[in-house]
């Protein structure tokens, strides 16, 4: 079945510095897949969604690109925040099903200190 | 923006009995959802329920689970009776359409004891 796989389960960076947080999927189909940032005590938030005509999805500095070939939907960004410490998940919308539903990856812990 | 409400934000029940969590999806939304995630573990899809019916579960929504909406109020999911590894946090989330972004709530963390 479809599945997503986050490697790391805490990344822990210097203020300023870039970041790179890993996805990879396996699907039967071509997916849309999707970044979700949860913060401390919010519910997860929609952050990016990847395109399907290849263009590069970016949001509040953050950008990932879907690579088929590889089966990757890395999120990158050049300078870390502090603000950007948070859960993030990597998820796929599963199109063999009906309906919504969305599989998500483990999630990786990002912690920005000063 | 858009939210998902969950009431309440922690629950905690004794072994067997009956458990009722509500959700108040966006206004407007046709599609419905809950995922359950034990901690440290991924989030994962429970249901969806479109049109007053369930229109998917996985495997992990067993038989004493139940969904409604009824009269466009709160989206339920009924656990009875609770057992221990139902201890998880449930999300609700709710979205406009097929292909539409999906709003998340704030989760409920369940506690069976």
């Known amino acids: 079945g479809d599945s997503v796989t986050q490697t790391e389960g805490l990344v822990t960076l210097t203020e300023g510095l870039p970041v790179m947080l890993n996805c990879t999927y396996q699907?039967?189909?071509?997916?849309?897949l999707f970044w979700y940032v949860q913060h401390l005590n919010e519910a997860p938030k929609l952050l990016l969604k990847?395109?399907?005509?290849?263009k590069r999805p970016e949001h509040q500095g953050f950008h990932a690109t879907l690579h088929k070939s590889s089966s990757s939907f890395h999120l990158q960004k050049s300078s870390a925040q502090l603000s950007d410490s948070a859960l993030y998940y990597c998820?796929?919308?599963?199109?063999?099903?009906?309906?919504?539903?969305?599989?998500f990856g483990i999630g990786t812990l990002l912690s920005v200190k000063p | 923006g858009p939210k998902v409400l969950q009431i309440p934000s922690h629950q905690i029940i004794d072994m067997g009995q009956m458990v009722t969590l509500n959700c108040d999806p966006v206004?407007?939304?046709?599609?419905f959802y809950w995922y359950k995630q034990i901690l440290g573990q991924q989030m994962e899809f429970l249901v969806n329920?479109?049109?007053?019916?369930?229109?998917?579960k996985s495997k992990l929504f067993k038989d004493q689970f139940s969904v409604e909406r009824p009269d466009g109020s709160y989206f339920t999911l009924k656990i009875q009776p609770t057992a221990l590894e139902d201890s998880a946090v449930y999300f609700c989330?709710?979205?406009?359409?097929?292909?539409?972004?999906?709003?998340f709530g704030k989760g409920t963390r369940l506690t069976v004891v």
């Open positions: 989330a709710s979205s406009s359409g097929q292909g539409a972004e999906v709003f």
């Open positions: 329920f479109y049109n007053g019916k369930v229109m998917e």
């Open positions: 990847s395109f399907t005509d290849n």
């Open positions: 699907s039967t189909y071509s997916p849309f």
């Open positions: 998820a796929l919308r599963d199109y063999g099903s009906s309906g919504n539903k969305l599989i």
């Open positions: 206004s407007n939304h046709l599609y």
